[in-house]
T-cell receptor
Framework: SQKIEQNSEALNIQEGKTATLTCNYT??????LQWYRQDPGRGPVFLLL?????KEKRKERLKVTFDTTLKQSLFHITASQPADSATYLC???????????FGSGTRLQVQP | EAGVTQFPSHSVIEKGQTVTLRCDPI?????LYWYRRVMGKEIKFLLH????????ESGMPNNRFLAERTGGTYSTLKVQPAELEDSGVYFC????????????FGPGTRLLVL
């Protein structure tokens, strides 16, 4: 079965630095990959989507890369701020299905 | 525009009881999804409605779970009888139409079965 791996350890960085989160998957590549942010006690909030034929997407301070050869997506937050502290989830959607398959998430802590 | 809402926010019940969770999607969204996160695990898909029709039920764990979406608006997820392993957070999400990839999630219902 498909497996998605995200750094289970929390990522601690200093304000102003770039945070890089990793999402690795096994087996077949998805139609597209999404990144969500989740704060405690709340539902996931959509951030960015990247399709299988795209290498990179940007939105303000966020950047996502997608390497189907490595079966990996990287999620970058530049000029990080304490308000960026949250859990970030990687989610894959496969061709023919609308369901999302989620990773377990990586908790990011940005220190002021 | 109101987001996805879920009721109740929390529910504590005893094993063997019945619980019904409700989800109101964003108005006009044809697609409605149920997901859940059990303790220490990732969020997992349960099922998907397109309007009032069940499109994909592959994630439903067993026949103690019954989801409905009468009239293609709000949806309910009933667990009967509840078991200890059903404890977790149940999320509902909705998306606009065919080809719309962004799913908007509700805040979740935290279910604890004692």
């Amino acid at each position: 079965s498909q497996k998605i791996e995200q750094n289970s350890e929390a990522l601690n960085i200093q304000e102003g630095k770039t945070a890089t989160l990793t999402c690795n998957y096994t087996n077949y590549s998805p139609a597209y990959l999404q990144w969500y942010r989740q704060d405690p006690g709340r539902g996931p909030v959509f951030l960015l989507l990247i399709r299988e034929n795209e290498k990179e997407k940007r939105k303000e301070r966020l950047k996502v890369t997608f390497d189907t050869t490595l079966k990996q997506s990287l999620f970058h937050i530049t000029a990080s701020q304490p308000a960026d502290s949250a859990t970030y989830l990687c989610a894959l959607r496969y061709t023919g299905r609308r369901a999302l398959t989620f990773g377990s998430g990586t908790r990011l802590q940005v220190q002021p | 525009e109101a987001g996805v809402t879920q009721f109740p926010s929390h529910s504590v019940i005893e094993k063997g009881q019945t619980v019904t969770l409700r989800c109101d999607p964003i108005s006009g969204h044809d697609n409605l999804y149920w997901y859940r996160r059990v303790m220490g695990k990732e969020i997992k898909f349960l099922l998907h409605f397109v309007k009032e029709s069940k499109q994909d039920e592959s994630g439903m764990p067993n026949n103690r779970f019954l989801a409905e979406r009468t009239g293609g608006t709000y949806s309910t997820l009933k667990v009967q009888p509840a078991e200890l392993e059903d404890s977790g957070v149940y999320f509902c999400a909705s998306s606009l139409r065919q080809g719309s990839e962004t799913q908007y999630f509700g805040p979740g219902t935290r279910l604890l079965v004692l």
